[in-house]
Protein backbone atom coordinates (compact mmCIF):
# COMPACT_ATOMS: atom_id res chain seq x y z
CA UNK A 1 0.00 0.00 0.00
CA UNK A 2 1.18 3.61 -0.87
CA UNK A 3 2.21 5.68 1.97
CA UNK A 4 0.42 8.59 2.36
CA UNK A 5 2.83 11.76 2.06
CA UNK A 6 1.65 13.29 5.47
CA UNK A 7 3.35 16.72 4.32
CA UNK A 8 1.91 17.35 1.72
CA UNK A 9 -1.30 16.32 2.68
CA UNK A 10 -1.45 19.01 5.51
CA UNK A 11 0.23 21.82 3.72
CA UNK A 12 -2.57 20.91 0.76
CA UNK A 13 -5.43 20.75 3.55
CA UNK A 14 -4.56 23.54 5.80
CA UNK A 15 -6.62 25.99 4.04
CA UNK A 16 -9.85 24.08 3.41
CA UNK A 17 -12.12 21.28 4.75
CA UNK A 18 -10.91 18.13 5.02
CA UNK A 19 -13.01 16.17 7.88
CA UNK A 20 -10.98 15.11 10.25
CA UNK A 21 -14.06 12.46 11.46
CA UNK A 22 -14.51 10.27 8.73
CA UNK A 23 -16.50 7.43 9.85
CA UNK A 24 -18.43 6.51 13.09
CA UNK A 25 -16.28 3.95 13.02
CA UNK A 26 -12.96 6.81 13.69
CA UNK A 27 -13.79 5.94 17.66
CA UNK A 28 -12.37 4.00 20.11
CA UNK A 29 -13.61 -0.24 20.66
CA UNK A 30 -14.43 0.05 24.26
CA UNK A 31 -17.19 2.98 23.07
CA UNK A 32 -19.42 0.35 21.02
CA UNK A 33 -18.92 -2.18 24.06
CA UNK A 34 -20.64 0.17 26.49
CA UNK A 35 -22.79 1.11 23.78
CA UNK A 36 -24.59 -1.75 23.33
CA UNK A 37 -25.00 -2.49 27.06
CA UNK A 38 -26.85 1.40 27.29
CA UNK A 39 -29.02 0.29 24.65
CA UNK A 40 -29.55 -2.92 26.35
CA UNK A 41 -30.43 -1.87 29.63
CA UNK A 42 -30.84 1.68 29.85
CA UNK A 43 -32.51 3.61 27.26
CA UNK A 44 -33.83 5.97 29.06
CA UNK A 45 -31.28 7.25 30.89
CA UNK A 46 -30.14 10.81 29.77
CA UNK A 47 -26.45 11.45 30.15
CA UNK A 48 -24.42 15.45 28.97
CA UNK A 49 -20.65 15.05 28.29
CA UNK A 50 -19.13 18.37 28.81
CA UNK A 51 -15.29 19.06 27.35
CA UNK A 52 -12.92 19.78 30.07
CA UNK A 53 -9.25 21.62 28.95
CA UNK A 54 -7.30 20.58 32.17
CA UNK A 55 -4.84 22.24 30.85
CA UNK A 56 -5.56 25.53 31.37
CA UNK A 57 -3.11 27.85 30.09
CA UNK A 58 -3.88 27.21 26.95
CA UNK A 59 -6.92 29.04 25.64
CA UNK A 60 -8.47 26.73 23.01
CA UNK A 61 -10.61 29.48 21.96
CA UNK A 62 -8.19 32.06 20.87
CA UNK A 63 -5.96 29.07 18.74
CA UNK A 64 -8.81 27.38 17.17
CA UNK A 65 -11.59 29.03 14.80
CA UNK A 66 -14.85 28.77 16.02
CA UNK A 67 -16.35 28.20 12.43
CA UNK A 68 -13.74 25.26 11.47
CA UNK A 69 -14.75 23.89 14.92
CA UNK A 70 -18.93 24.02 13.72
CA UNK A 71 -18.09 23.06 10.10
CA UNK A 72 -16.26 19.77 11.72
CA UNK A 73 -18.94 19.25 14.63
CA UNK A 74 -21.76 19.08 11.72
CA UNK A 75 -19.93 16.80 9.11
CA UNK A 76 -19.61 14.41 12.20
CA UNK A 77 -23.32 14.33 12.72
CA UNK A 78 -23.87 13.68 8.40
CA UNK A 79 -22.19 10.24 9.11
CA UNK A 80 -23.63 7.21 9.44
CA UNK A 81 -21.82 3.45 9.37
CA UNK A 82 -21.86 1.94 5.77
CA UNK A 83 -22.76 -1.62 4.89
CA UNK A 84 -19.40 -2.62 4.86
CA UNK A 85 -18.45 -1.51 8.72
CA UNK A 86 -22.10 -3.26 9.42
CA UNK A 87 -20.88 -6.24 7.71
CA UNK A 88 -17.37 -5.95 9.64
CA UNK A 89 -19.11 -5.52 12.70
CA UNK A 90 -21.62 -8.16 12.67
CA UNK A 91 -19.00 -10.76 11.11
CA UNK A 92 -15.97 -10.02 13.03
CA UNK A 93 -14.51 -11.79 15.91
CA UNK A 94 -13.38 -9.66 19.26
CA UNK A 95 -11.70 -10.91 21.89
CA UNK A 96 -12.48 -14.31 20.88
CA UNK A 97 -16.18 -14.05 20.37
CA UNK A 98 -18.15 -13.95 17.38
CA UNK A 99 -20.83 -12.06 17.31
CA UNK A 100 -20.06 -10.06 20.05
CA UNK A 101 -23.05 -7.74 19.10
CA UNK A 102 -26.23 -8.23 18.84
CA UNK A 103 -28.24 -8.76 15.26
CA UNK A 104 -30.92 -6.00 17.35
CA UNK A 105 -28.48 -3.77 18.62
CA UNK A 106 -26.76 -3.54 14.37
CA UNK A 107 -29.90 -2.94 13.14
CA UNK A 108 -30.52 -0.05 15.69
CA UNK A 109 -26.98 1.16 14.66
CA UNK A 110 -27.32 1.28 11.12
CA UNK A 111 -29.11 4.43 11.55
CA UNK A 112 -27.19 5.91 14.68
CA UNK A 113 -26.62 9.64 14.01
CA UNK A 114 -24.66 11.83 16.50
CA UNK A 115 -27.26 14.30 18.30
CA UNK A 116 -26.74 17.93 18.25
CA UNK A 117 -24.48 20.17 20.60
CA UNK A 118 -23.72 22.93 22.06
CA UNK A 119 -21.15 25.24 21.31
CA UNK A 120 -20.07 28.65 23.02
CA UNK A 121 -16.98 30.27 23.78
CA UNK A 122 -15.85 31.45 27.35
CA UNK A 123 -12.68 33.10 29.06
CA UNK A 124 -10.54 31.78 25.92
CA UNK A 125 -11.90 28.55 26.33
CA UNK A 126 -15.03 26.54 24.25
CA UNK A 127 -17.67 25.22 26.13
CA UNK A 128 -18.81 22.36 24.24
CA UNK A 129 -21.42 19.67 25.71
CA UNK A 130 -23.69 17.39 24.04
CA UNK A 131 -27.32 16.50 25.87
CA UNK A 132 -29.97 14.06 25.46
CA UNK A 133 -30.63 10.02 25.93
CA UNK A 134 -27.07 8.24 27.01
CA UNK A 135 -27.30 5.73 24.19
CA UNK A 136 -26.69 8.54 21.90
CA UNK A 137 -24.42 11.33 23.52
CA UNK A 138 -21.68 8.69 24.37
CA UNK A 139 -20.46 8.21 20.95
CA UNK A 140 -19.95 11.92 21.13
CA UNK A 141 -16.79 11.86 23.02
CA UNK A 142 -14.07 10.35 20.95
CA UNK A 143 -14.89 12.16 17.68
CA UNK A 144 -15.58 15.69 19.37
CA UNK A 145 -11.50 14.91 20.89
CA UNK A 146 -10.40 13.91 17.91
CA UNK A 147 -11.63 17.21 16.30
CA UNK A 148 -10.68 19.87 18.68
CA UNK A 149 -6.73 18.49 19.03
CA UNK A 150 -6.40 18.08 14.84
CA UNK A 151 -7.86 21.64 14.98
CA UNK A 152 -5.20 22.68 17.36
CA UNK A 153 -2.89 20.91 14.92
CA UNK A 154 -3.68 22.54 11.74
CA UNK A 155 -3.39 26.27 13.41
CA UNK A 156 0.23 25.34 14.69
CA UNK A 157 1.45 24.30 11.13
CA UNK A 158 -0.83 26.74 8.97
CA UNK A 159 2.46 28.94 8.61
CA UNK A 160 5.08 25.88 8.21
CA UNK A 161 5.96 26.06 4.41
CA UNK A 162 6.33 22.44 2.54
CA UNK A 163 9.98 21.66 3.40
CA UNK A 164 9.28 22.87 7.35
CA UNK A 165 6.31 20.32 7.44
CA UNK A 166 8.77 17.45 5.55
CA UNK A 167 11.24 18.62 8.12
CA UNK A 168 8.97 18.20 10.94
CA UNK A 169 7.20 15.06 10.62
CA UNK A 170 10.87 13.48 9.56
CA UNK A 171 11.56 14.58 13.04
CA UNK A 172 8.77 13.11 14.85
CA UNK A 173 9.04 9.47 12.90
CA UNK A 174 12.20 9.48 13.56
CA UNK A 175 11.74 9.90 17.07
CA UNK A 176 8.13 8.00 17.52
CA UNK A 177 10.82 5.00 15.50
CA UNK A 178 13.15 5.30 18.35
CA UNK A 179 11.05 4.39 20.71
CA UNK A 180 9.74 1.27 18.82
CA UNK A 181 13.25 0.03 19.00
CA UNK A 182 13.06 0.44 22.23
CA UNK A 183 10.32 -1.56 22.74
CA UNK A 184 11.42 -4.54 20.29
CA UNK A 185 14.06 -4.98 22.72
CA UNK A 186 11.85 -6.18 25.60
CA UNK A 187 11.40 -9.63 25.45
CA UNK A 188 7.00 -10.59 25.20
CA UNK A 189 6.18 -6.77 25.27
CA UNK A 190 2.45 -6.54 24.67
CA UNK A 191 1.43 -3.18 23.23
CA UNK A 192 -1.23 -1.92 21.79
CA UNK A 193 -2.57 1.79 20.42
CA UNK A 194 -4.93 3.72 22.55
CA UNK A 195 -3.66 6.98 20.86
CA UNK A 196 -7.48 8.34 19.50
CA UNK A 197 -8.53 10.98 21.55
CA UNK A 198 -6.13 13.06 21.77
CA UNK A 199 -4.03 12.30 18.12
CA UNK A 200 -1.88 14.51 15.89
CA UNK A 201 -4.29 13.74 13.54
CA UNK A 202 -5.98 11.03 11.59
CA UNK A 203 -3.34 10.68 9.23
CA UNK A 204 -0.15 10.66 12.04
CA UNK A 205 -2.29 8.11 13.85
CA UNK A 206 -2.19 5.98 11.07
CA UNK A 207 0.94 6.23 9.70
CA UNK A 208 2.07 5.20 14.14
CA UNK A 209 -0.23 2.41 14.03
CA UNK A 210 1.45 0.85 10.93
CA UNK A 211 4.98 1.36 11.94
CA UNK A 212 3.90 -0.14 15.36
CA UNK A 213 2.59 -3.31 13.20
CA UNK A 214 6.05 -3.37 11.31
CA UNK A 215 8.43 -2.02 14.67
CA UNK A 216 7.15 -4.51 16.62
CA UNK A 217 5.19 -7.50 14.95
CA UNK A 218 3.56 -9.76 16.89
CA UNK A 219 4.05 -8.01 20.43
CA UNK A 220 1.93 -4.93 18.65
CA UNK A 221 -1.58 -6.49 19.85
CA UNK A 222 -4.03 -4.14 18.32
CA UNK A 223 -5.31 -0.59 18.36
CA UNK A 224 -8.82 0.88 20.58
CA UNK A 225 -9.52 2.97 16.95
CA UNK A 226 -12.11 0.54 15.38
CA UNK A 227 -11.81 2.28 11.92
CA UNK A 228 -8.12 1.44 11.77
CA UNK A 229 -8.57 -2.34 13.13
CA UNK A 230 -10.83 -2.58 10.45
CA UNK A 231 -8.42 -1.50 7.76
CA UNK A 232 -5.39 -2.90 9.10
CA UNK A 233 -6.58 -6.45 9.95
CA UNK A 234 -5.80 -5.61 13.61
CA UNK A 235 -7.55 -6.73 16.67
CA UNK A 236 -9.52 -3.89 18.08
CA UNK A 237 -8.87 -3.29 21.67
CA UNK A 238 -11.02 -1.84 24.58
CA UNK A 239 -13.52 -2.59 27.67
CA UNK A 240 -14.83 -0.31 29.58
CA UNK A 241 -14.69 3.48 31.02
CA UNK A 242 -15.23 5.72 33.97
CA UNK A 243 -18.27 7.20 32.56
CA UNK A 244 -20.53 3.97 33.43
CA UNK A 245 -19.35 4.14 37.22
CA UNK A 246 -20.01 7.55 36.60
CA UNK A 247 -23.51 7.55 35.61
CA UNK A 248 -24.85 4.62 37.83
CA UNK A 249 -23.42 6.68 40.82
CA UNK A 250 -25.39 9.65 39.76
CA UNK A 251 -28.14 7.55 39.76
CA UNK A 252 -27.74 6.40 42.83
CA UNK A 253 -31.03 7.17 45.61
CA UNK A 254 -28.93 6.16 48.96
CA UNK A 255 -25.36 6.08 50.03
CA UNK A 256 -25.40 2.48 50.05
CA UNK A 257 -26.66 2.87 46.39
CA UNK A 258 -23.31 5.28 45.87
CA UNK A 259 -20.96 2.85 47.61
CA UNK A 260 -22.29 0.00 45.25
CA UNK A 261 -22.57 1.79 42.19
CA UNK A 262 -18.98 0.58 40.96
CA UNK A 263 -19.81 -3.06 41.35
CA UNK A 264 -23.26 -2.68 39.84
CA UNK A 265 -21.73 -1.75 37.27
CA UNK A 266 -19.51 -5.00 36.84
CA UNK A 267 -22.18 -7.35 37.10
CA UNK A 268 -24.30 -5.44 34.41
CA UNK A 269 -21.12 -5.65 31.89
CA UNK A 270 -20.66 -9.78 33.15
CA UNK A 271 -24.28 -9.88 31.74
CA UNK A 272 -23.10 -8.95 28.35
CA UNK A 273 -19.38 -10.01 28.03
CA UNK A 274 -16.94 -12.34 29.79
CA UNK A 275 -13.50 -13.70 29.53
CA UNK A 276 -10.78 -11.38 28.70
CA UNK A 277 -13.21 -8.47 28.52
CA UNK A 278 -14.05 -8.66 31.95
CA UNK A 279 -11.21 -6.10 32.71
CA UNK A 280 -11.63 -3.84 36.45
CA UNK A 281 -11.22 -0.40 36.01
CA UNK A 282 -10.85 0.73 39.50
CA UNK A 283 -10.29 4.48 40.44
CA UNK A 284 -13.20 6.59 39.32
CA UNK A 285 -13.75 6.79 42.89
CA UNK A 286 -10.60 5.87 44.09
CA UNK A 287 -8.65 2.48 44.19
CA UNK A 288 -8.38 2.20 47.85
CA UNK A 289 -12.33 2.43 48.36
CA UNK A 290 -12.96 0.28 45.52
CA UNK A 291 -10.79 -2.54 46.53
CA UNK A 292 -11.97 -1.81 50.43
CA UNK A 293 -15.52 -2.86 49.63
CA UNK A 294 -14.63 -4.92 46.33
CA UNK A 295 -17.30 -8.43 46.19
CA UNK A 296 -14.95 -11.40 46.35
CA UNK A 297 -16.48 -12.21 42.74
CA UNK A 298 -14.29 -9.31 41.04
CA UNK A 299 -10.89 -11.48 42.03
CA UNK A 300 -12.52 -13.73 39.71
CA UNK A 301 -12.27 -11.37 36.80
CA UNK A 302 -9.43 -11.49 34.27
CA UNK A 303 -7.80 -8.42 35.03
CA UNK A 304 -7.55 -4.56 36.37
CA UNK A 305 -7.04 -1.90 34.11
CA UNK A 306 -4.83 0.94 36.67
CA UNK A 307 -5.57 4.50 35.00
CA UNK A 308 -4.16 7.46 37.54
CA UNK A 309 -2.24 5.98 39.98
CA UNK A 310 1.57 5.75 39.45
CA UNK A 311 1.85 2.38 37.74
CA UNK A 312 4.66 0.68 39.99
CA UNK A 313 2.34 1.56 42.76
CA UNK A 314 -1.40 0.96 41.69
CA UNK A 315 -0.52 -2.46 40.43
CA UNK A 316 0.90 -3.84 43.29
CA UNK A 317 -1.34 -2.72 45.44
CA UNK A 318 -3.95 -4.61 43.06
CA UNK A 319 -1.35 -7.79 43.36
CA UNK A 320 -1.43 -7.64 47.22
CA UNK A 321 -5.48 -7.47 47.11
CA UNK A 322 -5.14 -10.92 44.56
CA UNK A 323 -2.76 -12.26 47.18
CA UNK A 324 -5.39 -11.63 50.11
CA UNK A 325 -8.25 -12.78 47.77
CA UNK A 326 -6.47 -16.57 47.09
CA UNK A 327 -5.57 -15.05 43.49
CA UNK A 328 -2.23 -16.28 41.91
CA UNK A 329 -1.12 -13.00 40.26
CA UNK A 330 0.53 -14.34 37.58
CA UNK A 331 -2.49 -16.28 36.22
CA UNK A 332 -3.82 -12.41 36.44
CA UNK A 333 -3.23 -9.31 33.57
CA UNK A 334 -2.51 -5.71 34.55
CA UNK A 335 -3.41 -3.19 31.55
CA UNK A 336 -1.22 -0.07 32.00
CA UNK A 337 -2.37 3.09 29.82
CA UNK A 338 -2.31 6.35 31.98
CA UNK A 339 0.13 8.75 30.21
CA UNK A 340 2.87 6.28 29.27
CA UNK A 341 5.75 7.29 27.50
CA UNK A 342 8.69 4.75 26.60
CA UNK A 343 10.66 4.96 30.21
CA UNK A 344 7.38 4.45 31.73
CA UNK A 345 6.38 1.20 29.78
CA UNK A 346 10.35 0.21 30.41
CA UNK A 347 10.12 0.70 33.91
CA UNK A 348 6.74 -1.32 34.66
CA UNK A 349 7.56 -3.87 32.69
CA UNK A 350 10.32 -4.83 34.08
CA UNK A 351 8.81 -4.40 37.66
CA UNK A 352 6.41 -6.51 37.04
CA UNK A 353 8.15 -9.20 34.82
CA UNK A 354 7.35 -12.47 36.03
CA UNK A 355 5.28 -11.51 38.67
CA UNK A 356 1.89 -11.02 36.34
CA UNK A 357 0.71 -10.74 32.96
CA UNK A 358 0.45 -7.63 31.49
CA UNK A 359 -0.01 -5.38 28.58
CA UNK A 360 0.49 -1.20 27.84
CA UNK A 361 -2.31 1.24 26.29
CA UNK A 362 0.05 3.23 24.82
CA UNK A 363 -1.93 6.81 23.65
CA UNK A 364 -1.13 10.25 23.55
CA UNK A 365 2.55 9.98 23.82
CA UNK A 366 2.10 7.76 21.14
CA UNK A 367 -0.25 9.73 18.95
CA UNK A 368 0.87 12.93 19.72
CA UNK A 369 4.27 14.06 20.62
CA UNK A 370 6.28 16.71 18.40
CA UNK A 371 8.07 18.09 20.94
CA UNK A 372 11.34 19.61 19.88
CA UNK A 373 10.60 18.40 16.26
CA UNK A 374 9.51 21.88 14.68
CA UNK A 375 11.93 23.66 12.96
CA UNK A 376 10.91 26.57 14.93
CA UNK A 377 10.35 26.35 18.55
CA UNK A 378 6.56 26.27 19.36
CA UNK A 379 4.27 25.39 22.03
CA UNK A 380 1.02 24.54 20.02
CA UNK A 381 2.19 21.60 19.46
CA UNK A 382 2.73 20.50 22.27
CA UNK A 383 -0.21 17.58 23.47
CA UNK A 384 -2.86 18.77 26.35
CA UNK A 385 -4.98 17.47 28.61
CA UNK A 386 -8.26 17.35 26.66
CA UNK A 387 -11.57 15.34 28.08
CA UNK A 388 -14.94 14.83 27.62
CA UNK A 389 -16.43 13.68 30.64
CA UNK A 390 -20.43 12.98 31.72
CA UNK A 391 -21.38 16.07 33.86
CA UNK A 392 -24.85 14.79 34.37
CA UNK A 393 -27.29 12.41 34.77
CA UNK A 394 -30.97 12.46 34.70
CA UNK A 395 -30.13 15.89 35.51
CA UNK A 396 -28.19 15.02 38.21
CA UNK A 397 -24.54 15.98 38.76
CA UNK A 398 -21.74 13.35 38.02
CA UNK A 399 -18.64 13.18 39.65
CA UNK A 400 -14.69 11.16 39.00
CA UNK A 401 -12.79 11.11 41.99
CA UNK A 402 -9.53 9.39 40.54
CA UNK A 403 -6.57 8.53 42.05
CA UNK A 404 -5.21 11.99 40.99
CA UNK A 405 -6.95 14.86 42.78
CA UNK A 406 -5.89 16.71 39.77
CA UNK A 407 -7.76 14.59 37.36
CA UNK A 408 -10.91 14.88 39.30
CA UNK A 409 -14.06 16.46 37.48
CA UNK A 410 -17.23 17.11 38.90
CA UNK A 411 -19.09 20.18 41.19
CA UNK A 412 -17.23 20.79 44.33
CA UNK A 413 -19.40 20.08 46.67
CA UNK A 414 -20.63 16.73 44.98
CA UNK A 415 -17.01 16.43 45.01
CA UNK A 416 -16.74 16.43 48.98
CA UNK A 417 -19.66 14.41 49.20
CA UNK A 418 -18.09 11.34 47.19
CA UNK A 419 -15.04 12.37 49.35
CA UNK A 420 -17.13 11.82 52.70
CA UNK A 421 -18.10 8.54 51.03
CA UNK A 422 -15.38 6.86 49.45
CA UNK A 423 -12.61 8.63 51.19
CA UNK A 424 -9.52 10.40 50.68
CA UNK A 425 -6.94 7.26 50.92
CA UNK A 426 -4.14 6.93 48.66
CA UNK A 427 -4.84 9.96 46.64
CA UNK A 428 -1.81 11.38 45.63
CA UNK A 429 -1.28 14.79 42.93
CA UNK A 430 0.47 14.59 40.51
CA UNK A 431 1.10 17.05 37.39
CA UNK A 432 -1.33 15.86 34.84
CA UNK A 433 0.73 16.27 31.04
CA UNK A 434 -1.97 14.47 29.20
Not at 28 to 33: E, N, P, Q, S
Not at 119 to 124: A, E, K, P, T, Y
Not at 130 to 142: A, R
Request: neutral net charge; aromatic residues 12%.
Amino acid sequence: MAKTDIARRVYNHTWKLDPIVRSLLDTDFYKLLMLQMIWGIYPKVDATFSLINRTTSVRLADEIDEGELREQLDHARTLRFSKKEMIWLGGNTFYGRKQIFEPEFLAWLEDFRLPEYELSRRDGQFELSFSGPWMYTTLWEIPALAIINELRSRAALRSFGPFALDVLYARAKAKMWDKTERLKALPGIRISDFGTRRRHSFLWQRWCVEALKEGIGDAFTGTSNVLLAMDNDLEALGTNAHELPMVFAALANSEKELREAPYKVLQDWQRYYGGNLLIVLPDTFGTAAFLRDAPDWIADWTGFRPDSAPPIEGGEKILSWWREKGKDPKQKLLIFSDGLEVETIEETYRHFKGKVRMSFGWGTNLTNDFEGCAPTETKSLDAISLVCKVSEANGRPAVKLSDNPAKATGDGKEIKRYLRIFGEKDRVRQLVKV
